[in-house]
């Protein structure tokens, strides 16, 4: 078959690769339709993610049709339409059951690598690196899906593969982001970055009634679509970040603060930026922590942080010190997507959010090694791809 | 209402392109009636006998004019057409009794000009210091059903909020029941 593979630092091709097959009783294999490239990839495309090893499929946001499935499936049948979250979940395990799915104990193959690397090892990952368990991803014309009596959203409505591709991550993703805030409809929300995750976010938390919500980036097209969904916006390239901010809020801060950007953060008309590049091109430091030094510089005391956003490795530079006195309640992680998934189709069906909006460019998937660059680079007002294979 | 300040910024940005195409053209027509019938232009100007100079400074408007229709970015251009202006009425200041009503408007009819070149090129490099504009408008991408002002809070009628995600209780608003609604 073919799909796209990781080869390298911005190396990515249309391989031939074997067919998957199952493995364990459990297993399905899925026949891809539509697949998404998210920003999360390009950690892994622009090198900054570790554990990537040449040839690895990528993709981990992806639906299609269950064409095989094991003989201890008992959930899904051939022909099913599924969305594949990309946390992949056993359902049986003590975090699986606390709905912590993104951490599920079992799902990672190689948990002796993600034990040392992080302490105790997370959830197995479509298309991601080796610490997640190195799944073969989604970015290709079939896929299998290890527990897949667990995890996979059955599509029974007549929606487009559009409609509810995105269930699979970052409709979660943006919606856990503004869940997490626990947002009161006095709070100012305020998002950094515009990408998908952070259109999601914006519209989550109007959904979830912030008073305001405050979408901060430097892509004139994505702050575009972000006042669209309601926000108002910062161009971080034009404007003081943290100025503009206490300014919204009566000079007190905004009371929940979003990081929707992640470890490749631009830092612009910042000394920071230069130092973080300085230590991430050495290897002191494989993150680039702006944002979160923003955030925790202005967010309100006893505010809360939510973090989307992807991190890696090591930081540094970062004011905890701020962080502890005021305060600040931190949180993060992976996304629970199948938390979210039963409500948030619920919603599309009844219309509420309808998350076609975000996509821009539609391409083949043989056109995937072009569309990474576009998406990259935000060529051509690009703010999400979906790949057909 | 944010959507309609992006709008507004387009807007302005179309307006200021075209008040720069505008004087552009402006100074070309002004050029080259300067150098074709510098004789006229003198006698209007009440500059007789500076047939020369009047042509000279046609040629310098010709060079303006095409400079801020050809180049890419038309604001250092514009600001020529400022100090041309700022020169023109220096010269004529000298030449002209500004008691004399005729010569008042003349002057006052320059100075009207220079303060919209000056404008327009003010407005020119605000545009050109910020990011570059939008290359697609996305802002009928609203991925909501009404406007997000209706649609503020529409999810808290049937969400309930996982208790291991609220704040909290120590930070949550404090009496807690007054913030929720
Ligand atoms: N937690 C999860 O489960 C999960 C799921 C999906 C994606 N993610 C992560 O979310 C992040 C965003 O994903 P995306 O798909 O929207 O990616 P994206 O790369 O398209 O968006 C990031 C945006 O941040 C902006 N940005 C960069 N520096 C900034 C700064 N200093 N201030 C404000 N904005 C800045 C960029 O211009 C860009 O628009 C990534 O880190 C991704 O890995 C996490
Ligand atoms: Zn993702
Ligand atoms: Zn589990």
């Given at each position: 078959m073919k799909a796209l593979c990781w080869h390298g630092k911005k190396d990515v091709r249309y391989d031939t690769v074997p067919d998957p097959r199952i493995e364990d009783p459990r297993d399905a294999i899925v026949k891809v339709t539509s697949c998404a490239i998210c920003g999360s990839d390009l950690h892994l495309y622009d090198g900054f993610m570790m554990g990537m090893e040449s040839g690895d499929i990528l993709g981990h946001e992806f639906m299609g049709e269950v064409v095989e499935v094991g003989a201890a499936d008992h959930r899904l049948k051939v022909g099913d339409r599924v969305v594949v979250p990309f946390t992949i979940c056993c359902g049986e395990c003590e975090q699986c059951c606390r709905g912590n799915f993104s951490v599920c104990e079992r799902s990672n193959r190689n948990k002796a690598l993600a034990d040392k690397t992080f302490g105790h090892a997370t959830a197995g990952l479509f298309g991601y690196t080796h610490l997640t368990g190195g799944y073969a991803g989604g970015q290709a014309e079939y896929v299998r899906v290890p527990y897949a009596d667990v995890a996979p959203v059955t599509i029974t409505s007549g929606l487009s593969d559009d409609q509810v591709l995105f269930l699979g991550d970052i409709l979660p993703t943006g919606w856990q982001a503004a869940v997490q805030c626990d947002i009161q409809p006095t709070d100012t929300v305020a998002i950094w970055g515009a990408g998908p995750v952070g259109q999601f976010a914006i519209r989550s938390a109007v959904l979830l009634g912030a008073k305001q919500v405050i979408a901060i980036d430097r892509v004139p097209e994505r702050l575009g679509m972000a006042q669209a969904g309601g926000a108002t916006t910062i161009n971080c390239e034009d404007e003081s970040v943290v100025e503009r901010l206490n300014e919204l809020t009566g000079g007190k801060g905004p009371e929940k603060c979003i990081d929707a950007v992640g470890m490749e953060a631009h830092a612009t008309q910042s000394l920071d930026s230069l130092y973080d590049r300085a230590?991430?091109?050495?290897?002191?430091?494989?993150?680039?922590?702006?944002?979160?030094?923003?955030?925790?510089?202005?967010?309100?005391?006893?505010?809360?942080?939510?973090?989307?956003?992807?991190?890696?490795g090591l930081i540094d530079k970062l004011p905890f010190g701020a962080l502890m006195n005021k305060g600040l309640t931190l949180r993060t992680g992976q996304t629970h997507v199948n938390r979210w998934t039963a409500d948030l189709l619920r919603r599309i069906e009844e219309g509420q959010i309808d998350p076609t909006f975000v996509v821009t460019h539609v391409a083949a998937l043989k056109d995937g090694p072009e569309m990474y660059k576009t998406f990259r680079d935000k060529k051509d007002g690009c703010i999400k791809v979906v790949l057909k294979p | 209402m944010s959507a309609t300040a992006f709008t507004r910024t387009t807007t302005r940005h179309r307006r200021t392109r075209a008040a720069a195409r505008g004087l552009g053209w402006f100074s070309i027509g002004l050029g080259v009636a300067q150098v074709l019938m510098p004789r006229v232009v003198a006698g209007v100007a009440g500059l007789r006998g500076s047939e020369r100079f009047v042509r000279a400074c046609g040629v310098r408007e010709i060079v303006t004019g095409i400079g801020i229709l050809a180049a890419r970015r038309p604001g250092p251009w514009m600001w020529v057409r400022v100090a041309g202006d700022a020169f023109d009425f220096a010269a004529l200041g000298s030449a002209h009794n500004v008691r004399r009503p005729a010569s008042r408007a003349l002057l006052g009819a320059v100075a009207a000009v220079a303060a919209l070149d000056a404008g327009c090129a003010n407005a020119l490099d605000r545009i050109e210091r910020r990011g570059r504009p939008p290359v697609r408008d996305y802002h009928d991408r609203r991925g909501l059903p009404l406007p997000p002002v209706a649609m503020r809070g529409a999810a808290r009628k049937d969400f309930e909020m996982p208790p291991d995600m609220a704040t909290p209780a120590l930070l949550a608003p404090w009496p807690p029941v007054a913030l929720r609604p």
């Amino acid at each position: 078959m073919k799909a796209l593979c990781w080869h390298g630092k911005k190396d990515v091709r249309y391989d031939t690769v074997p067919d998957p097959r199952i493995e364990d009783p459990r297993d399905a294999i899925v026949k891809v339709t539509s697949c998404a490239i998210c920003g999360s990839d390009l950690h892994l495309y622009d090198g900054f993610m570790m554990g990537m090893e040449s040839g690895d499929i990528l993709g981990h946001e992806f639906m299609g049709e269950v064409v095989e499935v094991g003989a201890a499936d008992h959930r899904l049948k051939v022909g099913d339409r599924v969305v594949v979250p990309f946390t992949i979940c056993c359902g049986e395990c003590e975090q699986c059951c606390r709905g912590n799915f993104s951490v599920c104990e079992r799902s990672n193959r190689n948990k002796a690598l993600a034990d040392k690397t992080f302490g105790h090892a997370t959830a197995g990952l479509f298309g991601y690196t080796h610490l997640t368990g190195g799944y073969a991803g989604g970015q290709a014309e079939y896929v299998r899906v290890p527990y897949a009596d667990v995890a996979p959203v059955t599509i029974t409505s007549g929606l487009s593969d559009d409609q509810v591709l995105f269930l699979g991550d970052i409709l979660p993703t943006g919606w856990q982001a503004a869940v997490q805030c626990d947002i009161q409809p006095t709070d100012t929300v305020a998002i950094w970055g515009a990408g998908p995750v952070g259109q999601f976010a914006i519209r989550s938390a109007v959904l979830l009634g912030a008073k305001q919500v405050i979408a901060i980036d430097r892509v004139p097209e994505r702050l575009g679509m972000a006042q669209a969904g309601g926000a108002t916006t910062i161009n971080c390239e034009d404007e003081s970040v943290v100025e503009r901010l206490n300014e919204l809020t009566g000079g007190k801060g905004p009371e929940k603060c979003i990081d929707a950007v992640g470890m490749e953060a631009h830092a612009t008309q910042s000394l920071d930026s230069l130092y973080d590049r300085a230590k991430q091109a050495i290897m002191l430091e494989t993150d680039r922590p702006h944002v979160l030094r923003e955030m925790i510089y202005v967010c309100r005391p006893a505010g809360t942080l939510s973090v989307p956003g992807v991190y890696g490795g090591l930081i540094d530079k970062l004011p905890f010190g701020a962080l502890m006195n005021k305060g600040l309640t931190l949180r993060t992680g992976q996304t629970h997507v199948n938390r979210w998934t039963a409500d948030l189709l619920r919603r599309i069906e009844e219309g509420q959010i309808d998350p076609t909006f975000v996509v821009t460019h539609v391409a083949a998937l043989k056109d995937g090694p072009e569309m990474y660059k576009t998406f990259r680079d935000k060529k051509d007002g690009c703010i999400k791809v979906v790949l057909k294979p | 209402m944010s959507a309609t300040a992006f709008t507004r910024t387009t807007t302005r940005h179309r307006r200021t392109r075209a008040a720069a195409r505008g004087l552009g053209w402006f100074s070309i027509g002004l050029g080259v009636a300067q150098v074709l019938m510098p004789r006229v232009v003198a006698g209007v100007a009440g500059l007789r006998g500076s047939e020369r100079f009047v042509r000279a400074c046609g040629v310098r408007e010709i060079v303006t004019g095409i400079g801020i229709l050809a180049a890419r970015r038309p604001g250092p251009w514009m600001w020529v057409r400022v100090a041309g202006d700022a020169f023109d009425f220096a010269a004529l200041g000298s030449a002209h009794n500004v008691r004399r009503p005729a010569s008042r408007a003349l002057l006052g009819a320059v100075a009207a000009v220079a303060a919209l070149d000056a404008g327009c090129a003010n407005a020119l490099d605000r545009i050109e210091r910020r990011g570059r504009p939008p290359v697609r408008d996305y802002h009928d991408r609203r991925g909501l059903p009404l406007p997000p002002v209706a649609m503020r809070g529409a999810a808290r009628k049937d969400f309930e909020m996982p208790p291991d995600m609220a704040t909290p209780a120590l930070l949550a608003p404090w009496p807690p029941v007054a913030l929720r609604p």
